[in-house]
């Protein structure tokens, strides 16, 4: 297969499903569709990316059955190629408040099982922490989510203020992280949602490896229940089945960490996506979503952050909306 066509064709095609970092473009092939997976250049960076995805997908080939394949990796120009995995995107089928197909909350919890059996993800950077850290490893997201606020607030100091974003987001976390419970670690995906599932006979294939850590199991479950928002039967049955099914000492500690790992992931929200869904609004588009969507999700957000700041006044859609529009 001509590698450097398909990047050629796909670049030429444009009608990418975008995600935050990549572009990803279906091209067509004599031996079936592909997929291209292009980095969008000039990225706004509000995660942890220390792995290049290509190396991820390497290690847990061998371990994790419902991943794509790798096909091709170009250093220069930067591209992949994975294979085309044929089904809906949970997020059609199911978006938040309808029920997810009965084989997903299985198949989540068995990539979560199988994930821990990767080995050491290679080129572990010399800074990361030490195995079994999982306050060091908390700190390292709340850093970034701290260095994220502070990076946006001179262009987005009034977006915050407006929002009631306080200039230190994430004191409430700082004593939670100190009473977390020591576990090893395992290769975590850490972007487990509804539009990065894949469903069709009956099983579920996980995309977008891209922000997958070597880390605290227990976060990705929290990364997991943030954003899927599962009906309550639904979360409380996927946490049974993830709780019987992981290794014990995996779990130890979970379900008080759970909580300080989901405090992060709100007030995160909050701030990544006042300052994503902002730039949308201000562009014009295009929108992942219809804006009123957009609307409720960042009001639902924002709200959901203010618990743990301590202000007891919820904001209103109608207040995000003014807030978004006038930005």
Not at 90 to 95: R, Y
Request: net charge negative.
């Amino acid at each position: 297969m001509n590698w450097q066509d398909l990047y050629e064709r796909a670049r030429e095609k444009g009608d990418a499903a975008a995600g935050y970092y990549n572009d990803n473009i279906r091209i067509d092939t004599p031996d079936g569709p592909v997929i291209v997976r292009i980095p969008i250049h000039g990225a706004d960076m509000m995660d942890l990316r220390p792995w290049r995805e290509d190396r991820v997908l390497a290690a847990i080939a061998p371990h994790v059955r419902d991943a794509p394949r790798l096909l091709h990796v170009s250093a220069d120009p930067p591209f992949q190629v994975h294979e085309f995995i044929a089904g809906d995107v949970l997020n059609d089928v199911a978006p938040r408040g309808v029920p997810v197909p009965s084989h997903v909350l299985d198949d989540t919890v068995r990539l979560f099982t199988q994930l821990v059996r990767v080995p050491r993800l290679p080129d572990v950077p010399a800074s990361w922490p030490a195995d079994k850290d999982t306050a060091a490893f908390a700190r390292l997201l709340s850093d970034l989510t701290q260095h994220v606020h502070d990076t946006y607030s001179t262009g987005y100091g009034e977006l915050f203020r407006a929002l009631a974003i306080p200039a230190e987001p994430l004191a409430p976390v700082g004593a939670l992280w100190r009473r977390l419970t020591a576990r090893p670690f395992a290769c975590v995906h850490a972007d487990v949602h509804r539009r990065n599932m894949i469903v069709g006979g009956g099983s579920t294939t996980f995309l977008d490896w891209e922000l997958a850590l070597w880390g605290d199991p227990v976060y990705d479950l929290a990364v997991h229940i943030h954003k899927m928002g599962y009906l309550p039967a639904e979360q409380e049955a996927l946490v049974e089945r993830w709780r019987a099914a992981m290794p014990a000492e995996r779990t130890a500690g979970w379900k008080s960490d759970l909580d300080a790992y989901l405090a992060h992931e709100r007030i995160k929200s909050a701030i990544v996506d006042s300052v994503r869904y902002s730039q949308l609004f201000a562009r014009g588009g295009p929108y992942p979503y219809p804006p009123d969507r957009l609307i409720a999700s960042l009001t639902a957000k924002i709200n959901a952050a203010r618990v743990h700041w301590r202000i007891p006044d919820p904001i209103t859609p109608a207040a995000v909306e003014a807030v978004l529009r006038s930005a």
